[in-house]
């Protein structure tokens, strides 16, 4: 399935293949919620976030919104849960970024403050055996995060690997992947840096797909061409066993000058 979200962020468009027809794109559903916006969409469930929620006094502490697709067709999408941190403070705008993978969500929050403001949290859910979405790990960068960070601007997930970028100032940008052990408990394995050293917006974006990820560093220099931006591919095992490698660097095609490229990236398969 594909989502469009208007411009007004008041309605969420759902089309999937095959409906209406075999090899067509057709309507599957129709979400109207008051405010916020469709961050992540897996299968039969989908992550409504509204960065921007109120509670109890505290402004802009955020949750999301978790909906079902239900057996009456493809437009038959329910609410199901709403989740917020367990430690959610006013100005966080939690549910600001989000990856769906199957039973797994990873939400961004790069405005959360426990090392200094804005040092920025990830919050890992799974859904149990009962169906509700459960906290389960907060990550956060590593070795020592600090103030201004944005860790969690950028994310991505797929299974039992997360990814998560930093790109918070010059000499700290950096993407940095979790993984899922076999006792459940998620851990820090490595940090992703351009080989050729510093890069201006590395972390800005990242995308993440089995054993490929590729970081965005829109600020990018090149030769004469300053913020032409640039996409860092990297592999598992290319710097040895389970240990992510860089094995190429994007380029747009005719770069100019604060082209950006990389403000975006996603990854599927190769």
């Known amino acids: 399935a594909v989502l469009a979200l208007n411009p007004a962020g008041t309605a969420t468009y759902i089309y999937g293949r095959d409906v209406g027809g075999e090899g067509m794109w057709g309507l599957a559903g129709r979400i109207v919620l008051p405010e916020g916006g469709v961050d992540a969409l897996d299968g039969d469930t989908l992550a409504y976030s509204h960065s921007r ?32 941190a367990s430690d959610g403070d006013a100005q966080d705008h939690f549910g600001l970024r989000n990856a769906l993978s ?49 860790f969690g601007d950028a994310i991505d997930l797929d299974v039992d690997t997360a990814l998560v970028g930093n790109d918070g100032g010059i000499g700290t940008e950096g993407a940095f992947v979790y993984q899922r052990d076999a006792a459940g408990d998620w851990v820090f394995i490595q940090d992703l840096r351009p080989s050729e050293g510093g890069s201006q917006g590395f972390g800005k974006s990242v995308g993440l797909s089995g054993s490929v990820a590729g970081v965005g560093a829109r600020s990018h220099p090149l030769p004469d061409v300053d913020g032409a931006g640039a996409v860092f591919v990297y592999e598992r095992h290319a710097g040895g066993t389970d240990a992510w490698g860089e094995v190429t660097k994007l380029l747009g095609t005719d770069p100019e000058e604060l082209d950006a490229f990389g403000d975006v990236t996603r990854a599927d398969g190769n």
């Open 53 to 84: 929620a109120d509670f109890d006094g505290q402004l802009q502490v955020g949750q999301v919104h978790m909906l079902e697709r239900g057996p009456d067709g493809p437009a038959d999408w329910h609410y199901d849960q709403s989740l917020r």
């Open 102 to 150: 199957g039973d797994r969500l990873l939400i961004g929050v790069p405005d959360e403050d426990e090392f200094g403001d804005d040092s920025g949290a990830a919050y890992v859910f799974e859904r149990d055996e009962r169906g509700e979405w459960i906290e389960v790990a907060k990550l956060f960068q590593q070795p020592q995060p600090e103030e201004n960070d944005d």
